[in-house]
């Protein structure tokens, strides 16, 4: 992990049927300027299992990152780091895999239970302080923040605070679900007109035969 940080990606998927759709966003980690945006498309070939996510969504997210020219110092996950029954949700297969530091927030609790020590409220799972409950603006739900790899609890909250500004999910992963959602709805809206486009031509072919 760098001293200075400063460019923050934030990653993300959408699904429908069979494919996914992903989306990154490198943002310059003081202003929250949108620096590049990457997306790809892959066909999902690992079944739903709730925890083994991971492997459902990593082709498509590491294709995204992939792609970038300019590489982020640290990446927010839509997802779990270590706040995973078996400690390796995809924020830290994804960072493991790929060499980056990375951190899980995720909106809902995976594992792990709530505790207030100090300040501060962290998630405890067998014993181990795994993760925070982080809330970020107020008036909402905490977001859950693990380390994924290569960087503190400590600094991973720090970064989410500050991505976060007045909105309850980090800016960075905003970004790239709004691009993710508008991939996937683009395609699907390509592919409907296509196939219309199909029947048309069947149609008006069996008016002449």
């Known amino acids: 992990m760098p001293k200075e940080i400063r460019f923050v990606a934030g990653v993300d998927a959408a699904y429908v049927g069979g494919m996914a759709f992903g989306a990154v966003a490198v943002l310059d980690h003081q202003s929250l300027e949108v620096l590049e945006t990457q997306t790809a498309v892959r066909q999902v070939k690992f ?9 459902r969504e990593f082709p498509v997210v590491a ?3 992939g792609k970038l020219k300019r590489k ?3 990446v ?34 995976l594992v792990g239970e709530v505790k207030q020590l100090g300040e501060e409220t962290f998630l405890v799972f067998e014993g181990e302080k795994i ?12 977001v859950y923040v693990s380390v ?6 400590e600094t991973a909250v720090k970064i989410v605070k500050n991505c976060s500004r007045r909105y309850r999910i980090p800016v960075p992963i905003r970004v790239a679900h709004k691009i993710a959602s508008e991939e996937h709805k683009a395609k699907m809206a390509a592919a409907t007109n296509t196939e219309a486009g199909e029947r048309r ?6 008016r002449y035969s």
């Open 76 to 109: 927010l996950v839509d997802g779990h780091g270590r706040v995973h029954p078996y400690r390796l949700g995809l924020a830290s297969h994804l960072g493991v895999v790929l060499g980056l530091p990375t951190v899980g927030v995720a909106k809902n609790r």
């Open 201 to 206: 031509v069947e149609r008006e072919t069996e």
């Open 72 to 74: 982020p110092d640290v």
């Open 63 to 65: 294709a995204c990152i």
């Open 131 to 142: 993760g925070a409950a982080v809330a970020t603006c107020a008036g909402v739900h905490p």
């Open 148 to 153: 994924g790899h290569r960087v503190s609890l």
């Open 47 to 55: 079944p739903y299992v709730s925890s083994l996510l991971s492997f």
